[in-house]
Antibody, heavy 120, light 110 residues
């Protein structure tokens, strides 16, 4: 069974950057794509992007192009998402989720979420 | 505005069946490749309910089913239970290799 454990909550000032990590166990990130989804308070789910191990690169949603970087360390099966130039609207719970080998682009296994608060 | 449109809310009484629609408003998602539904209880992590349009992961109740007709996909919950009260999201892979979510539907069990 795949388990995904995320890093803890973080508080950042406007303009700063945040990095969230996700450690996978029970499978390897050499085969699974890691997606990142965020949810602002009281709002819906928003896909930010995902790292495709076959392509060896990330694909980002247009809304985050230029501000987000997603990487994977396959030696530790840990994925990282960095979001820069933070503003108050980036206050949200950030989730990572993996797909399955058979069904890509589908979020089977979710992390517990990481609350990122952007406040001066 | 999302490329997938869902009703903001639906409601039903225990034992009834309800259907949540998800309509593609962009040609990027009109072939419903890797289409899925997620359930999210308040304060909880989203959970995969349906994938590949109408397949259920192990452990998901058979009361949840889904279908597709034309440019609209639907999630049906039969034998509604109080525990089904949650937010439901549809999602699809797109032709630009991205993923989109619908805006979400809040289900109230009366």
């Amino acid at each position: 069974q795949v388990q995904v454990i995320q890093s803890g909550a973080d508080v950042k000032k406007p303009g700063a950057s945040v990095r969230v990590s996700c450690k996978v166990s029970g499978h390897t990130l050499t085969e699974l794509s890691m997606h990142w989804v965020r949810q602002a308070p009281g709002k819906g789910l928003e896909w930010m992007g995902g790292f495709d191990p076959e392509e060896g690169e990330a694909i980002y949603a247009q809304n985050f192009q230029g501000r987000v970087t997603m990487v994977v360390d396959t030696s530790t099966d840990t994925a990282y998402m960095e979001l820069t130039s933070l503003r108050s609207e980036d206050t949200a719970i950030y989730y990572c989720a993996t797909d399955s080998v058979e069904v890509p682009a589908t979020m089977f296994y979710w992390g517990q979420g990481t609350l990122v608060t952007v406040s001066s | 505005q999302s490329a997938l449109t869902q009703p903001a809310s639906v409601s039903g009484s225990p034992g009834q069946s309800i259907t949540i629609s998800c309509t593609a408003t962009s040609s990027d998602v009109d072939d419903y490749t890797y289409f899925s539904w997620y359930q999210q209880h308040p304060g909880k992590t989203p959970k995969l309910l349906i994938y590949n349009v109408n397949d259920r992961p192990s452990g998901v109740s058979s009361r949840f089913s889904a279908s597709k007709s034309g440019d609209t996909a639907s999630l049906t919950i039969s034998g509604l239970q109080a525990e089904d009260e949650a937010d439901y999201y549809c999602s699809s892979y797109t032709r630009t290799s991205t993923v989109v979510f619908g805006g979400g539907t809040k289900l109230t069990v009366l």
